[in-house]
């Protein structure tokens, strides 16, 4: 949702910067995964919204996690109590990882395709769009025998479709 996401940016910025100062961008990422995971477990959620209050509720989620999370995640967890915003915890975990990416000049990219390449060829292309976008590639591949040949790219929030089968949808809405 996208309102959630504008709710989670700031607290995922909080954590990020709070990560790179004390040089434990690993450990905070480990700790937010831990959050994301409790609370997309309906029973922790139903406990967590039942809760008396939003003390009792972050620290029933303080409880859950106390091997995983540090003196700051504790103080995370609470703040995140305080103002009432566990359900935004998946969404502070996708923007941390996106703000550790961009950090790390990293960019994960998807190529489907009704057909498997060659290690040279995904060496080529990673090459390509490392020069492209100044970034380190993740590049996962999938096959789709409907795509019928060609491929499609996403990167990052680009879709680049080069398909056989959209170019044949297309050719028939033109022809209409």
Same mark, same amino acid.
């Given at each position: 949702?996208?309102?959630?996401?504008?709710?989670?940016?700031?607290?995922?910025?909080?954590?990020?910067?709070?990560?790179?100062?004390?040089? *434990?961008? &690993?450990?905070?990422? !480990?700790?937010?995964?831990?959050?994301?995971?409790?609370?997309? !477990?309906?029973?922790?959620?139903?406990?967590?919204?039942?809760?008396? !209050?939003?003390?009792?509720?972050?620290?029933?989620?303080?409880?859950?996690?106390?091997?995983?999370? &540090?003196?700051?995640?504790?103080?995370?967890?609470?703040?995140?109590?305080?103002?009432?915003?566990?359900?935004?915890?998946?969404?502070?975990?996708?923007?941390?990882?996106?703000?550790?990416? !961009?950090?790390?000049?990293?960019?994960?990219?998807?190529?489907?395709?009704?057909?498997?390449?060659?290690?040279?060829?995904? *060496?080529?292309?990673?090459?390509?769009?490392?020069?492209?976008? /100044?970034?380190?590639? /993740?590049?996962?591949?999938?096959? &789709?025998?409907?795509?019928?040949?060609?491929?499609?790219? *996403?990167?990052?929030? *680009?879709?680049? &479709?080069?398909?056989?089968?959209?170019?044949?949808? /297309?050719?028939?809405?033109?022809?209409?």
């Amino acid at each position: 949702m996208a309102e959630n996401l504008t709710v989670a940016r700031p607290y995922a910025q909080a954590a990020f910067d709070t990560a790179l100062e004390t040089d *434990k961008i &690993d450990a905070w990422q !480990n700790m937010l995964y831990a959050m994301f995971l409790a609370v997309s !477990n309906e029973y922790v959620m139903d406990a967590i919204k039942v809760a008396p !209050n939003s003390k009792v509720a972050s620290d029933s989620l303080i409880s859950l996690l106390q091997d995983v999370l &540090d003196e700051s995640g504790i103080n995370f967890v609470k703040i995140i109590g305080e103002n009432n915003r566990f359900e935004v915890l998946p969404e502070i975990y996708e923007e941390y990882l996106r703000l550790r990416a !961009n950090h790390e000049k990293s960019l994960d990219a998807t190529l489907i395709s009704a057909r498997s390449f060659s290690d040279s060829e995904i *060496k080529t292309l990673k090459d390509k769009l490392a020069s492209v976008y /100044n970034s380190k590639i /993740n590049l996962s591949l999938e096959i &789709d025998e409907t795509l019928i040949g060609g491929a499609v790219l *996403k990167i990052g929030d *680009k879709v680049i &479709d080069a398909s056989v089968k959209t170019s044949l949808v /297309n050719l028939l809405s033109t022809l209409k």
